[in-house]
């Protein structure tokens, strides 16, 4: 779902998400629409609470005051399930990103896709596959992360036959599993004709494993895994000066 004119919402558990990665994730979600909503979590009483003061006026995130009144007892989630659900009812946004590692959004990404509503998650690697699998996307911050340090890296370097060769080592990442998935994906975007859309075969990838990221194997991005898989490669596509890759297999 890349069209810039959705409307979505951006709600983070502030109990399980990093404040220094809200500007990632915000960049992030941006891809897919306007963020409108957007609303971070949690007990603004609480001392771990401090790293995201600072963010909430610069990048115009709402604090939502909620106290814990039992030990033990975290009332983020079902403050955050609820407004959700407002929103939901009242037909804000296009579609939704909950920022947590919590399995406790479960139900809630389900209930949303099933109003046919888009719905992504971001968190850590420990996120509970039962979250992730119930988001039509799901980004783990650490691929985040991991490509922020690269693009420093690649400045830093200059130099395009060491960037080649680390392309060659992060092929040899994707495991036969996932080769065959990428494979698959292909032949789902692909019909009588032997191209498909980079897009198009990216947005299958997503429907096998909604977590599937380029960036978790050092690529900035589909276009630049292909061109550097074996037996596929890339066709340049102009409409109207700009450029809708297609990649076929060779």
């Known amino acids: 779902m890349e ?4 409307n979505i919402a951006i709600l983070v558990d502030g109990d399980n998400a990093q404040a220094k990665l809200l500007e990632l994730i915000l960049e992030e979600v941006s891809k897919y629409g306007k963020v409108t909503v957007r609303r971070i979590y949690g007990d603004w009483t609480a001392p771990q ?3 995201w003061k600072d963010l909430l006026n610069d990048l115009s995130f709402s604090p939502i005051q909620k106290f814990n009144y039992t030990t033990g007892k975290n009332s983020t989630d079902s403050s955050l399930i609820i ?8 037909k804000m946004v296009d ?5 947590s590692s919590d399995s406790d959004y479960t139900g809630l990404a389900k209930r949303i896709r099933e109003e046919g509503i888009f719905v992504m998650g971001v968190g850590e690697r420990k996120t509970p596959n039962a979250f992730v699998q119930s988001c039509e996307i ?9 490509v922020k340090n690269r693009d420093e890296a690649d400045k ?8 080649a060769s680390a392309l060659d080592e992060d092929v040899k990442k994707l495991t036969k599993s996932e080769l065959k998935l990428i494979d698959r994906a292909f032949d789902m975007s692909v019909d009588e004709e032997i191209e ?4 198009t075969v990216g947005g299958n990838l997503r429907k096998l494993k909604p977590s599937f990221d380029p960036r978790a194997y050092g690529f900035k991005n589909l ?9 596929y490669e890339i066709v340049n596509n102009q409409v109207k000066g700009l450029n809708h890759p297609l990649v076929r297999k060779i």
């Open 156 to 163: 830093s370097s200059g130099s395009n036959a060491k960037k």
């Open 49 to 51: 609470m401090n790293s």
């Open 95 to 99: 579609g939704f990103c909950i920022v």
């Open 223 to 231: 276009t630049q895994m292909f061109s550097s898989l074996k037996g």
């Open 83 to 90: 407004d959700a659900m407002d929103i939901l009812h009242d």
């Open 196 to 199: 498909a859309y980079i897009s």
């Open 138 to 146: 799901f980004t783990y911050c650490e691929n985040l992360i991991s």
């Open 3 to 6: 069209n810039k004119n959705n």
